[in-house]
């Protein structure tokens, strides 16, 4: 595949210490599963040099656009918050501003935060397109809390502007 050469893409393990801040989502009842992110960006040594932006509090998404002398990195990183119980998502994140196939990568997956665990992790990273424009990186996820069988779907979609 001609595309996976132009994306790099890095699942960091689940765990359940994260070396930055990890957003809350305020107005939540306690036990609700929820997904957080930060995006970053920064070159091929380091994709996490700058933040760029965050789900709580939300601020504008703006990413450098990749130049064919320079191009740029980002790492997207996502948050699971458990239910109180073991709590398992299902499903799939397209991040629309990475470089490759249809300037699109979509990651399917199912990440468990364990009943003694209150979060896990995991981060995306890849060349950010060459085409200026707006994109959209969208979860579409359902969070299952194991003992009692709950579900609940998680729906979100972020505008990113390259410029």
Same mark, same amino acid.
């Given at each position: ?27 939540l ?6 997904? $957080?992110?930060? +995006?970053?960006?920064?070159? $091929?040594?380091?994709?996490? #040099?700058? +933040?760029?932006? %965050?789900?709580?509090? &939300? ?11 320079? #191009?740029? +990195?980002?790492?997207?990183? +996502? ?6 119980a ?6 799939s ?5 990475? %470089? ?7 990651? #399917?997956?199912?990440?468990t935060?364990?009943q ?5 992790? %995991? ?7 060459? @085409? &200026?424009?707006t994109?959209?990186? @969208? ?19 972020? #505008?990113?502007?390259?410029?």
């Amino acid at each position: 595949m001609a595309s996976m050469k132009n994306v790099v893409i890095l699942t960091a393990a689940l765990s359940s210490s994260c070396a930055r801040h990890v957003p809350d989502a305020p107005g939540l009842a306690p036990g609700t599963p929820y997904v $957080s992110w930060v +995006f970053m960006s920064g070159d $091929s040594e380091n994709p996490d #040099q700058e +933040f760029v932006c %965050q789900s709580h509090p &939300r601020n504008e998404c703006v990413v450098p656009v990749s130049r064919p002398d320079a #191009q740029v +990195f980002s790492d997207v990183h +996502f948050y699971y918050h458990g239910g109180g119980a073991e709590t398992k998502y299902e499903g799939s994140i397209d991040i629309g501003f990475f %470089q490759g196939s249809l300037e699109s990568h979509t990651t #399917q997956g199912s990440i468990t935060v364990k009943q003694n665990e209150s979060i896990a992790n %995991q981060s995306i990273a890849g060349i950010v397109t060459s @085409t &200026r424009g707006t994109y959209a990186v @969208t979860l579409s996820l359902t969070a299952t809390v194991t003992d009692s069988g709950r579900t609940l779907p998680i729906r979100e979609t972020v #505008q990113v502007t390259v410029k």
